[in-house]
């Protein structure tokens, strides 16, 4: 299957602050979603972007198919972005195979 | 905006027990998916199923477990004699074909069902 790759495992900001995170796909795909996984546990769609560059409020993601990786912005960092942001990617077969997830603490 | 919803939000269960887990797709979407998640672990593919059967499973998907669309609306996951290991976040999906009647090719996710075996 797919392999997928999530960095930095952890990132801890300061509110405000800007930050990117990266996710690696080993092969090519046709749909990749960015998930935001708050504290009670529910898995929120960020992303729905196999290609291109799509923006949503302080959120921004930029998926290169052709070089396999996709990065998420997030600018002005609020408390409320804490959480495990995960990627997921498939190719033609629907199911979505997750990466490991990057956990990112926000400070007021 | 339409959402998957999932039923209980908790459940607990003696080991060897079985288990319904309920969910409730996106009314134009066609595909269904379970994941699971267990503690501090990345979200696992369970199981997707298109047209009234399954399309694709892992192999954690063996024997224990089943999915059924008993109705128009609902679609669930039986865990039979379930074992510690069992215990997990379930979550439910689904999306739309891609094209023509539900062209929602994105994975919309409930909020999940905390599975604990005691």
């Known amino acids: 299957g797919i392999q997928v790759e999530q960095s930095p495992p952890d990132l801890i900001l300061q509110e405000g602050a800007n930050s990117t995170l990266r996710c690696n796909f080993s092969?090519?795909?046709?749909?990749l979603q960015w998930f935001h996984q708050n504290p009670w546990g529910q898995l929120i769609n960020l992303f729905y972007i196999p290609s291109g560059t799509k923006q949503n409020g302080r959120l921004s993601a930029t998926t290169v198919a052709t070089e396999r990786y996709s990065l998420l912005y997030i600018s002005s960092s609020q408390t409320t972005d804490s959480g495990v942001y995960f990627c997921a990617v498939s190719f033609n077969d629907y199911k979505l195979s997750f990466g490991a997830g990057t956990t990112v603490t926000v400070r007021a | 905006e339409p959402e998957v919803t999932q039923t209980p939000s908790h459940q607990v269960t003696q080991m060897g027990q079985e288990v319904i887990l309920r969910c409730v797709p996106i009314s134009n979407h066609l595909y269904f998916y379970w994941y699971r998640q267990i503690l501090g672990q990345k979200v696992e593919f369970l199981v997707s199923?298109?047209?009234?059967?399954?399309?694709?499973k892992s192999e954690i998907f063996d024997d224990q477990f089943s999915v059924e669309r008993p109705d128009g609306s609902n679609f669930t996951l039986k865990i039979r004699s379930t074992k510690l290991e069992d215990s997990a976040m379930y979550f439910c999906?689904?999306?739309?074909?891609?094209?023509?009647?539900?062209?929602?090719?994105?994975?919309?996710f409930g909020d999940g069902t905390r599975l604990s075996i005691l």
């Open positions: 199923f298109y047209n009234n059967e399954i399309s694709e």
């Open positions: 092969d090519s795909v046709n749909n």
């Open positions: 999906a689904s999306s739309g074909p891609g094209v023509g009647y539900s062209k929602d090719p994105a994975q919309h």
